[in-house]
């Protein structure tokens, strides 16, 4: 039998820390071996307990889950960010965190970020999701949920999407950004495919709002959409897929 992931919690909240000890408790494939409830805590457990894995706090008093990562010499575990913020998601995935989950956590969640570790750690499959819901039009109203801040949005106010592990980030025309607990490959699957078009295994993009394409020499480039301060990247294979859809 594969030896557990020794896990550790670090979080400024106790409370925190004992739901999730609480919502790790049915899944032997992990073992709790400590917490910590601040960066300082942290380093000392890590160089005493040599965890596989770390369930770590975005924003902790003092210093932080980046701030952590940035002091050590290198990161033998993986990383799942555990937080009450979406705003830091796509930072998280460029830290090659394993995944980003958001308070409260849900369990069924959780089970999907353990799943993802089992098939890396022992090679079995990861147990598909539910099916997908009913495809959009442009006229459809959404509900997304972003805390306090949750609300309806029409399909066609959507600028572009661009993804965040098995999170996706929604840009729509008023300039907000909502995490999404939804992929980028179900947000393809559902939004109408006549104005919506993957650019980039990490963008979904309204073509209504792209102001122009920039062409790169290897054959990608970037796209310019309205509203988006930053250009979006445009893979080659798609730019390949986009031409014979549209030339």
């Known amino acids: 039998m594969t030896s557990p992931l020794r896990a550790l919690l670090v979080d400024d909240e106790r409370l925190a820390r004992v739901e999730l000890r609480e919502l790790l408790a049915p899944h032997p494939q992990v073992q709790v071996v400590g917490e910590a409830d601040g960066v300082a805590a942290a380093l000392a457990q890590i160089e005493a307990l040599r965890p596989s894995l770390l369930f770590l706090d975005v924003q902790m008093p003092g210093e932080g889950g980046f701030e952590l990562l940035a002091q050590l010499r290198e990161c033998p575990f993986d990383v799942v960010f555990v937080t009450a913020y979406d705003a830091h998601a796509l930072r998280a995935f460029e830290v090659n965190a394993l995944d980003y989950l958001l308070k409260p956590v849900h369990p069924e969640r959780l089970a999907r970020t353990l799943a993802r570790l ?101 054959g990608g480039g970037e796209v310019i959409v309205r509203g988006v301060p930053e250009p979006l990247p445009l893979s080659r294979g798609h730019a390949s897929a986009l031409r014979e859809r549209f030339g």
């Open 118 to 218: 089992t098939v890396r750690e022992q090679g079995t499959p990861e147990p598909t999701q539910g099916p997908v819901r009913q495809k959009l039009v442009e006229g459809d109203m959404l509900f997304l949920e972003n805390g306090a801040r949750s609300r309806f949005v029409r399909v066609d106010q959507i600028v572009c999407l661009c993804g965040a592990g098995d999170y996706a980030e929604v840009v729509t025309a008023d300039g907000v950004r909502t995490l999404s607990p939804r992929p980028l490959k179900e947000w393809e699957q559902r939004l109408p495919a006549r104005t919506f078009a993957r650019i980039h295994r990490s963008a979904l993009v309204n073509l209504t709002y792209v102001e122009r394409v920039d062409r790169g020499l290897g």
